[in-house]
């Protein structure tokens, strides 16, 4: 799996949009980016992922570059509750039965100010 | 409606003991996992089972023994507890087709004295 890097903290202001970035220059072309969170003291919750193309869901936005080689993880009104550790994870989407097990890293501390 | 418990939601023992922590899910998921957050938040896979079958045993050391009666349930039991095992456990599930995503349980926080 690719390896990945995140900066270690954020800060972004409530209700603007919060940017997280993500490095996976050594992506190959079968894997996707996986965006993970985890709220303290809670267990990690899935957020959103993608190929190439740029995806969105009730959660977030995210944006692949073309040569994919890094993207972003957009929120687009912060709120308090999305004071979290996101954490961006590559990886090809091939189910093995039970051997799927994703790599978390250090992820980035986003913290919302209000 | 929870998707996924977890009981207890902390454990303190001492050094040596012998403990279980239980999972639950009610999503249908014919996968789980359990996974270990330490004391500097690294997240890490320890086992999966498929349909009550061991499928990832990541290194984890022989007092570590996950069972699974049925597809809802996995069970982590840890024998002679040690200081370093002090740690968030958590417990997750997904389905075949989506493994991607994988529902987490609460996590139970283990603090071996």
């Known amino acids: 799996d690719a390896k990945t890097t995140q900066p270690p903290s954020m800060d972004c202001a409530e209700g603007r949009a919060a940017n997280l970035p993500c490095n996976h220059s050594?992506?190959?072309?079968?894997?996707?980016v996986y965006w993970y969170r985890q709220i303290h003291s809670q267990g990690p919750q899935y957020i959103i992922h993608g190929l190439k193309n740029n995806e969105t869901n009730e959660m977030a936005s995210l944006i692949i570059t073309e040569d994919r080689k890094s993207s972003t993880l957009i929120l687009p009104h912060a709120t308090l509750r999305d004071t979290a550790v996101y954490y961006c994870i590559v990886r090809v989407p091939i189910s093995n039965f039970g051997n799927e097990k994703l790599t978390f890293g250090t992820g980035t501390r986003l913290t919302i100010i209000p | 409606d929870t998707a996924v418990s977890q009981t207890p939601k902390y454990l303190v023992t001492q050094m040596g003991n012998d403990k279980s922590i239980k999972c639950e899910q009610n999503l249908g998921h014919d996968t789980m996992y359990w996974y270990k957050q330490d004391s500097k938040k690294f997240l890490k896979i320890m086992f999966s089972y498929n349909n009550k079958e061991l499928i990832i045993n990541e290194t984890v050391p022989n007092r570590f023994s996950p069972k699974s009666p049925d597809k809802a349930h996995l069970n982590l039991h840890i024998n002679s507890l040690e200081l370093g095992d002090s740690a968030v456990y958590f417990c997750?599930?997904?389905?075949?087709?989506?493994?991607?995503?994988?529902?987490f349980g609460p996590g139970t926080r283990l603090l071996v004295l």
């Open positions: 050594t992506i190959s072309g079968n894997e996707y």
């Open positions: 997750a599930s997904s389905h075949p087709t989506r493994w991607w995503t994988q529902y």
